[in-house]
């Protein structure tokens, strides 16, 4: 009881942080407006906030794939991972999620969706080369554990709303010939106009994202998923090498990718600069050593 009691507190949370940064937007939009013109601006920059939310609501799932070039995985590609996937969703008495593969080389994975029965998973090429079958079930079983906790509607929506934010921020790699098409390269650097304009678009985005999600929805869908599972170990070996995947293939940050970075299992970027204003995950050590203690074992 007391479980869903905190599930249910964090979720309220999630979602009055989400309305207190469309609160802040339309505020930003409207100030804008009147200092460019006078009170009907102000009307205007409400109207052109509205807009942005409806756009980011609307879009948010879209917009999380296409940051990281997400492709649908048919069950002839990978018939190991649809397995995995509807056992893990029989288990945990869910409809099976939609199913994407990411180019990216670096090992990660995340879950979007409005609730369980719009939810997809996406992992990444490099998650797939990277972990075993248990290390694999561990971290769907993480990413289910989102969905059954419904923590992927304020973290999805957040993430189209700050990808709204951070569109300038995009303008220049999506122009560059080659950039978008799918097989580019997600961890491309955006360029020196892409950093330039993520200096000024990113703190808000980042303030959005930090206002709807918190680092305690990793742990508890840390716990969750191990639960599911029942192999807390094999979350802890995949969380190992994800971090150090991570590490040494870091994502490129850019007015696309910052946006979904808290979508993640881990951290995608570097934290350093701009980035850091993104990292919304606990220390990979700690999710390590309450994952160890979830199986018995005590350091």
Do not use: W
């Not at 069950?75 to 893990?88: G, K, S």
């Not at 993104?278 to 979830?294: D, K, Y």
Request: proline share 7%.
């Amino acid at each position: 009881m007391r479980g869903y009691a905190l599930r249910a507190a964090e979720l309220a949370g999630a979602v009055a942080g989400l309305g207190t940064a469309v609160l802040l937007l339309a505020a930003g939009c409207a100030l804008l407006g009147v200092a460019a013109a006078g009170g009907g601006g102000a009307a205007a920059g409400i109207v052109l906030a509205a807009v942005l939310v409806a756009a980011a609501v609307a879009g948010c799932e879209r917009m999380a794939l296409s940051a990281m070039l997400a492709r649908p995985v048919s069950e002839v590609e990978h018939p190991e991972l649809y397995r995995l996937v509807r056992e893990l969703s029989k288990d945990g008495r869910l409809p099976v999620p939609r199913l994407y593969l990411s180019p990216a080389e670096q090992p990660n994975s995340f879950a979007i969706g409005r609730g369980p029965r719009s939810a997809a998973i996406c992992c990444t090429e490099g998650l797939l080369q990277a972990l075993d079958e248990a290390e694999l079930r561990g971290v769907l079983g993480h990413e289910l554990a989102h969905v059954s906790g419904h923590d992927v509607l304020a973290s999805t929506a957040s993430a189209g709303l700050a990808t709204v934010i951070t569109f300038p921020a995009a303008l220049p790699r999506l122009a560059r010939p080659g950039r978008a098409e799918r097989g580019a390269d997600p961890a491309a650097e955006p360029g020196v106009p892409g950093h330039l304009l993520m200096l000024l678009f990113g703190p808000i985005a980042a303030v959005m994202v930090r206002l709807a999600v918190s680092r305690e929805r990793e742990y508890r869908a840390d716990a969750s998923g191990a639960l599911l599972t029942g192999d807390p170990l094999a979350l802890a070996r995949a969380l190992r090498k994800i971090d150090a995947g991570t590490a040494e293939r870091p994502l490129a940050l850019d007015g696309r990718r910052a946006s979904v970075g808290h979508l993640m299992i881990a951290s995608p970027f570097l934290p350093a600069g701009v980035a850091r204003l993104f990292v919304t995950h606990p220390p990979a050590g700690e999710r390590i050593r309450r994952l160890e203690a979830l199986a018995g074992y005590r350091r």
